[in-house]
């Protein structure tokens, strides 16, 4: 009923969703194609703390790097990092989910119960300790984003999974003879779609923020070019004091976009979705 | 109302989550590779001190082997307060360092939660009572992209207009060093002037969710039949919105806040980082930078357990709050 280009076309034509989509499409395209349109090299320099030229658009840093070279670079590694987290936590999350939401009982109590001690966990003071300690790369901040991103998303799936069971077509399903498998990813996969489409777009957008945050800490990878430690560098180099805007204003006003791009994109799939499970 | 099998399985949890948190104090600074003497010592002063190595591993209880003698070392330690010895503020031991610079976080955070929970409810509660209309979708707007925006980020700008191009505000800092500390106008004035740009980053960037939580429940409240019997008793809308819908509405935007707390003490350590502003945060950034272990351990373990504390309490405190509420 509900198939794969269904639901994409069922999100283009509501406003909202589709002003997300483009947001997320114009910045897909510059993470996959700045690597080759940077003007120059991002790790290339010239005379430090230029204000924007017609030859340095966004200005130079405090070693003299081009920072559209380095913005254009970075969103790469920034957007890496983000769809690498959102890809592994919303596989987990949701096999996770539906297997505890399905079968219940014992499988249920220990997922649940190990979710719920990483839900009550404050994130924030954990993230630090991780990196400070392991290796830092940015797999490594990858890999401990994932750790804390999953529980929460195998409970929304959870719970939504929970009165899906109730309802009249997995019955009909199990009374038919379907195996368990077969009607978790045939039968609930599929109405779970929109649900798991806008987890994991929060996800990325949160995870390119956490990635940011633990950067402009300094922890993880300090050596990459990406959003995060452009405004790390830009902090402990003193941009503010030599007023260069120039330097901090692109990495946040990106994110602050591709925020606000999710947030919008999650209204219009609420739209589309209440109206789907109302007329249900 | 709440039950006692309630309150016996969250305290349960908020028990285990803090035996959790304690193994990884415990296990981390174990388990990376070589000797966690040696490492540090290095990566810090680029060569082994005579002597150090010895001391280091003392201080760690690495001294014996076996791993759970280790542990009941490190529990015993930990029950009496003692947290290690801070290598930046050596001679100073992390408690001690804590304990000068949780104040002004403690500071920080409570005037701006407060300030930003009371600002949430009233502008939620005229944004909900506009629901639908062209001031209140732009307005709702302009909120969602305010709490997509980096503390950190924000706080940036702050300091760039109001301190850097238009200088009304200092940089950074606590108080000015001149100042006297103690209960003299000038020092509190100080005091105040420096946590302005702090505190307004703060609020600016929370205040706009809680908003948004408030103006969604509001809406909805609007469609319930009391709230029709009030507008069909002609009372006024003000009354209506403040003292009928408004009074339901703040409890969900009270849950919110709560589930928030972690979120706004992180904010809250990223602000400290940019103003400079000498609470916990920026000592845990000073820790990272300086790869202080010991230090970064004990502010982990302090505010892991404090955040599960409030977050318990917190907890009780919202079936206490409504009394609809029955927490099994």
């Known amino acids: 009923m509900f198939s794969e280009s269904g639901i994409l076309h069922e999100i283009w034509s509501n406003g909202k969703a589709r002003f997300g989509m483009i947001v997320f499409i114009i910045f897909a395209i ?20 230029q204000p924007p030229t017609f030859a340095h658009v966004f200005g130079t840093d405090y070693e003299g790097h081009d920072v559209l070279s380095q913005f254009l670079y970075g969103t790469g590694v920034s957007l890496y990092v983000g769809a690498s987290v959102a890809l592994i936590s919303v596989a987990i999350g949701t096999m996770v989910g539906m297997l505890s939401g399905y079968y219940g009982g014992i499988v249920d109590n220990i997922f649940m119960r190990f979710v719920d001690i990483l839900l009550i966990m404050p994130t924030f003071p954990l993230l630090v300790i991780l990196a400070a300690y392991l290796p830092p790369t940015n797999n490594t901040t990858i890999l401990i984003l994932s750790l804390l991103s999953w529980p929460f998303m195998s409970r929304v799936i959870r719970s939504q999974v929970l009165t899906l069971k109730e309802r009249p077509f997995i019955k009909a399903a199990v009374i038919s003879g379907m195996k368990g498998f077969t009607i978790i990813r045939k039968e609930i996969l599929d109405h779970l779609m929109p649900l798991i489409i806008i987890n994991a777009v929060y996800l990325l957008v949160g995870a390119i923020v956490a990635q940011a945050g633990l950067a402009f800490f300094g922890l993880g990878d300090l050596t990459s070019i990406n959003w995060g430690t452009m405004l790390y560098y830009a902090q402990s180099e003193d941009a503010i004091v030599y007023a260069a805007w120039w330097w901090i204003l692109p990495p946040g006003i990106a994110i602050a976009i591709i925020g606000i791009g999710a947030n919008i994109f999650g209204n219009g799939i609420t739209e589309i979705f209440g109206k789907r499970s109302g007329g249900a | 109302m709440i039950t006692r099998r309630y309150l016996m ?13 304690i193994i990884i104090n415990f296990l981390l600074p174990r388990i990376i590779p070589g000797n966690p003497a040696v490492t540090i010592l290095l990566t810090n002063f680029h060569y082994l001190p005579p002597g150090k190595v010895k001391l280091l591993e003392q201080e760690f209880g690495l001294t014996n082997s076996s791993m759970l003698y280790q542990f009941e070392r490190y529990l015993v330690e930990l029950f009496h307060g003692n947290l290690g010895i801070s290598y930046y503020y050596y001679p100073e031991t992390v408690s001690q360092v804590i304990g000068t610079h949780l104040p002004w976080t403690l500071f920080l955070l409570g005037t701006s939660i407060s300030l930003s929970s009371v600002l949430g409810v009233i502008t939620g509660r005229m944004l909900g009572f506009r629901a639908g209309s062209k001031t209140e979708s732009a307005t709702s707007t302009i909120f969602i992209g305010l709490t997509s925006l980096p503390f950190f980020w924000f706080a940036i700008i702050l300091i760039l207009l109001f301190a850097v191009e238009v200088p009304l505000f200092p940089v950074g800092g606590v108080f000015y060093i001149l100042d006297t500390p103690g209960l003299n106008f000038k020092y509190i004035s100080s005091i105040a002037y420096h946590a302005a740009l702090p505190i307004l980053t703060i609020v600016a960037t929370t205040f706009p969710a809680f908003a948004l939580t408030m103006r969604n429940t509001m809406a909805n409240q609007n469609k319930e039949d009391y709230i029709l019997m009030a507008k069909a008793k002609g009372l006024p809308e003000r009354i209506i919105s403040k003292k009928y819908a408004g009074r339901n509405a703040v409890l969900p935007v009270a849950t919110h806040i709560i589930l928030a707390f972690g979120y706004i003490v992180a904010g809250a350590f990223f602000v400290e980082v940019v103003f400079s502003y000498k609470g916990i945060g920026y000592v845990l950034y000073e820790a990272v930078t300086t790869k202080d272990y010991p230090l970064i351990d004990g502010i982990f373990l302090m505010i892991t357990v404090t955040v599960i504390i409030a977050n318990f309490l917190a907890d009780l405190l919202y079936a206490v709050l409504d009394p609809r509420v029955e927490l099994r």
């Open chain 2, 9 to 21: 399985v969250r305290s349960a949890y908020a028990v285990a989550t803090t035996f959790v948190a």
């Open chain 1, 30 to 49: 510059i993470g996959i194609f700045g690597h080759f349109i940077y003007p120059y090299s991002p790790k290339a320099t010239f005379v430090i703390w």
